[in-house]
Nanobody, 125 residues
């Protein structure tokens, strides 16, 4: 599967952005999907995960109540709605696909087989 993330940009603290990840190739609904982020000099950090059907989600503690992951399997798109953004959310955000859809709580980057190119999110104070 090929993944293309978009929707990043510059926003003021307290604002919102919605990231999208368009998938092509193998059937999108075959994969659990996740969002990660990375700041310079740091490892990729788990943000959120959604199961193949979209019925179940899992979030990092620092985004609970602010971010929402969702997917549209008919349109082959993954979303991340980000509200109440903080300067600490500034990072490059990546979408990723995981062949293993049996486990909800998979938060390690090396557990995901396919990656998009990343989209920059910058939150100003």
């Amino acid at each position: 599967v090929q993944l293309q993330a978009s929707g990043g940009g510059l926003v003021q603290a307290g604002g919102s952005l919605r990231l999208s990840c368009a998938a092509s190739g193998r059937t999108f609904s075959s994969y659990a999907m996740g969002w990660f982020r990375r700041t310079p000099g740091m490892e990729r950090e788990f943000v959120a995960r959604i199961t193949r059907t979209g019925r179940n989600t899992y979030y990092a503690d620092f985004v609970k109540g602010r971010f929402t992951i969702s997917r549209d399997n008919a349109e082959n798109v993954l979303y991340l709605q980000m509200n109440s953004l903080k300067p600490g959310d500034t990072a490059v955000y990546y979408c990723a696909a995981d062949d293993n859809g049996l486990v909800l709580r998979r938060a390690r980057a090396n557990e995901y087989e396919y990656w998009g190119q990343g989209t920059q999110v910058t939150v100003s104070s």
